[in-house]
């Protein structure tokens, strides 16, 4: 576990204030993931050794099998997304740049900090089924100038995480926090 601004930090996330910068890397690891990685390899090679010969002999519609291999290539994906990738968020006084990597994804973003008003975190739950067991995930948005909201991390499963990201990020672009309607509450 990491300090920062007196909010213990859960592993996984690390925030560096570098004079000119603010640096702050997230990454996705959990071990579960490599149940995800295995259950995605065990599902392609069963799917290619159920269809391999169905799909060359032409018994089986080439549109079936098709489902099938864009499912577990995307299972497949998904997993080393989340063993492998990190995001990174570098703040300047001028600009905040996402990334996301190493494997390509449609996260990275750049946001021009001049235009910000203001950042919150929001909790979202969401139950497995009706009645059920709710999970926790908390993101991090800023206000535009303009009053859209744009994303800037999530997947957060610590609301510490997300109030410590909030708070540094505002205190180095010298941003007073205000509070926003449907934020989480800091002293929850």
Not at 96 to 120: A, C, H, S, V, W
Not at 150 to 157: Q, R, T
Request: proline share 3%; with cysteine; hydrophobic share 45%.
């Amino acid at each position: 576990m990491m300090k920062i601004a007196g909010i213990e930090l859960s592993n996984g996330l690390n925030i560096e204030n570098r004079e000119s910068y603010l640096e702050i890397t997230y990454s996705w690891y959990h071990p579960f993931y490599w149940v995800f990685l295995g259950f995605s390899l065990l599902m392609n090679v069963m799917v290619i050794n159920i269809i391999w010969d169905d799909l060359f002999s032409g018994n089986v519609p080439i549109l079936v099998p098709s489902f099938f291999i864009l499912g577990g290539l995307l299972f497949l994906y998904l997993s080393l997304r989340k063993l492998l990738n990190s995001v990174k968020i570098f703040i300047t006084s001028d600009k905040i740049k996402i990334n996301e990597g190493p494997i390509p994804t449609f996260g990275n973003n750049e946001l021009d900090t001049r235009k910000i008003k203001q950042f919150y975190c929001k909790a979202l739950r969401t139950a497995t089924k009706a009645n059920g067991p709710t999970s926790l995930s908390c993101q991090v948005h800023a206000i535009m100038n303009d009053n859209t909201h744009e994303l800037i991390l999530g997947g957060l499963i610590d609301r510490q995480q997300s109030l410590s990201f909030e708070s540094e990020v505002e205190k180095f672009l010298g941003l007073k926090d205000i509070k926003i309607d449907g934020e989480i509450d800091k002293n929850w």
